[in-house]
């Protein structure tokens, strides 16, 4: 099984900044298959990220994903009030699994 | 605007059985579906999926023998045929869409959960 480790577990910024998650898998994720999603309370999970670096329809500039082989990463250049949310990194090969989640939230 | 929405949650005892259905505009003749599952102790964990011509099924091992998914294309509904539950099947369980992609794609579509709790 391929794990996810994202990190950190918890980012605590104010909007405006710069938000940058990360996420580590225990094996190359073949062919990039790399996706982001939004989770926030009462809401469906949302896709932000597929094949580590498009943007999913709807999503804002100003989310981007980047990397390749194990080490991912989101990035939300200047945070609005509704990114604050938990996101999820996914590898979806054959065996799909999930990261634990990072955790935006407001300083 | 709501695309996917599960029904069917609610308490179990250990040993017995649920069914959870999934429908709404997100569903469609052509798209693979599957089941994800969230809880406290496990975090997010796929659970099975489904080809979009309801042919081909795909468990995690931790559903195998237990739980079966299919996709009733005339009833425009994804269900998930829960037998056998454990403790350990507590969780919020999503339905999601996979994207078309031509290969292995991501969920693109999502419903907001219904909860399972197996508890006596």
């Known amino acids: 099984e391929n794990v996810l480790t994202q990190s950190p577990d918890t980012l605590s910024l104010s909007p405006g900044e710069r938000a940058t998650l990360s996420c580590r898998a225990s094996q190359s994720v073949s062919r990039n298959n790399l996706a982001w999603y939004q989770f926030k309370p009462g809401q469906a999970p949302r896709l932000v990220i597929y094949s580590a670096f498009n943007r999913a329809t709807g999503i804002p500039d100003r989310f981007s994903g980047s990397g390749s082989g194990t080490e991912f990463t989101l990035t939300i250049s200047r945070l609005e009030p509704e990114d604050f949310a938990v996101y999820y990194c996914q590898q979806y090969g054959n065996t799909k699994t999930f990261g634990q989640g990072t955790k935006v939230e407001i300083k | 605007e709501i695309q996917l929405a599960e029904s069917g949650g609610g308490l179990a005892q250990p040993g017995g059985s649920l069914r959870l259905s999934c429908a709404g505009p997100g569903f469609t003749l052509s798209h693979a579906m599957g089941w994800v599952r969230q809880s406290p102790g496990k975090g997010l964990e796929w659970v099975s999926s489904?080809?979009?011509?309801?042919?081909?099924?795909y468990p995690a091992d931790s559903v195998k023998g237990r739980f079966t998914i299919s996709k009733d294309n005339s009833k425009n509904t994804l269900f998930l045929q829960m037998n056998n539950l454990r403790g350990e099947d507590t969780a919020i369980y999503y339905c999601?869409?996979?994207?078309?992609?031509?290969?292995?794609?991501?969920?693109?579509?999502w419903g907001q959960g219904t909860l399972v709790t197996v508890s006596s």
């Open positions: 999601a869409r996979f994207s078309h992609c031509g290969g292995d794609c991501p969920f693109d579509s």
């Open positions: 489904v080809s979009a011509d309801d042919t081909r099924r």
